[in-house]
């Protein structure tokens, strides 16, 4: 059987952590113009007797060659175990818009729009609960570890804080509508894997204490909407010390955009993308056109002034199936 329409689906880039929330705090971000699909576009082109997947988009060639091995095509049998009947098999077409291993969510983003293109191809047979459970299992096979920070906010959109041992798993924070966030990705690939095991096994427990602390601290000044105290809080105590030294110039970079206005300049998740907070347009141009002359030379690097995206995964509009 064919369809008569193609199904079009989208879920957007996310960064994980922001500094102060390591594997608990993720945000959604879109572009300021509002003109491009800052994340991944799944297609649902037809019902056919084998699943296959094409792919397509900027960072087409990051990915393997064969696409048999593709997180999309490895979700849909996940989501189909989930519900535990068989399903017709598809034909999906992937528009990879995101860097691989580049801290914007990318294995996230696949994972999220084709977990969700595939519920609501199919009714919705699984609560946006069980579908986040789902794509966070998947997500954890990439990276080594289950964590939603990434998943959560692609899903959801906005900013969202994980609540670990709440059935909720994650609740939407307020934020700060002026922020914009400058995300420059550098144009080298940096997985989320290695990231992970350069991090210290433990924390001691002074540590641990300023952690939770600078957490509360962030939480409880965007509730008060103190956006002084917001930013004071922004600080990484587990991740970027022991990353720093993958991203040997974060120091430098960091000390020329704050002399120039900009709140803050930390990794975007695993890294090795950047993310400079900005107060105001006019700060966020400054700092994407310091970060895009920093990086021009990668063919690959990307540089983007985005606002909190406060819608998640979604459907697109259907287009007409082209038989001819």
Known sequence: MTNSTIHRYFAPASTGNFSVGFDLLGAAFEPLSGTEHFGDVLEILA???????????????????????????????????????RLPRLALHLQKNLPVGSGLGSSACSIVVACYAFNDYFG??????????????????????????????SLLGGLQLMLPGSDKLSRTMPWFSHWRVVLSYPGTVLSTRAAREVLPRQLNLSTSIEFAGMLSRFVSALYCQDEAEAVAALQDLVAE????????????????????????????????????????????????????????????????????????????????????
Do not use: W
């Not at 007797?49 to 997180?71: A, K, M, V």
């Not at 919705?124 to 080594?144: F, I, R, T, W, Y």
């Open 241 to 324: 010390p022991a990353r720093t030294p993958l991203i040997p110039e974060l120091p430098a970079l960091r000390r020329d955009l704050m002399a120039q206005g900009v709140l803050h300049l930390g990794i975007s998740g695993a890294g090795p993308t950047l993310f400079a907070l900005c107060p105001d347009d006019d700060t966020a141009t400054l700092a994407a056109d310091y970060l895009q002359q920093h990086y021009a030379k990668n063919a690959d690097a990307s540089t983007r002034i985005c606002q909190l995206s406060a819608a998640g995964a979604r459907a697109l509009p259907q287009q007409p199936a082209d038989f001819g």
């Open 124 to 153: 919705q047979p699984l609560s946006q609960l069980q579908l986040l459970k789902l794509m966070a299992e998947a997500e954890g096979g990439v990276s080594g570890s289950v964590h939603y920070d990434n998943v959560a906010p």
């Open 47 to 85: 019902e056919q007797s084998e699943l296959s997947l094409e792919i397509s988009g900027r960072y087409r060639h990051q990915l393997p060659e064969d696409s048999r091995n593709n997180l999309v095509l490895s979700c849909f049998h996940a989501f189909e175990k989930a519900i535990g009947k």
